[in-house]
């Protein structure tokens, strides 16, 4: 069964959502902007979801964490919490 290992950033807009990906693609530091800006408990820990399979996390955080490419950061993805941006750091098919 599929596995993987995420790291998100959640915000309240798409906008802010669109900045904080500028940052990262500049240099920043995705786990330090989590921290600073991320409002999921997860931002703590520098947005790490940990481990988890398909059906897990809501299907917008599905598509993308079981399609996308490895270490590349996507999004902003809505969803119901708000915009989110994803990294997925490992996935086993």
């Known amino acids: 069964m599929a596995r993987a290992t995420a790291r ?7 906008e802010f959502c669109e900045e ?3 940052k990262i693609a500049a240099g920043e530091d995705f786990g330090a902007l989590a921290k600073e800006h991320s409002s999921c408990p997860s931002g703590a820990d520098g947005g790490d979801l ?3 399979g ?12 079981f399609s996308a490419p490895v270490n590349e950061v996507q999004g ?3 969803t119901q919490f708000g915009y989110h941006l994803l990294e997925v750091t490992s996935r086993t098919d």
């Open 20 to 22: 904080l990906k500028a």
């Open 76 to 78: 902003p993805v809505k």
């Open 8 to 14: 998100h950033i959640l915000v309240n807009s798409e």
């Open 50 to 52: 940990g481990a988890f």
């Open 54 to 65: 398909p059906g897990q996390m809501v299907p917008e955080f599905d598509t993308v964490v």
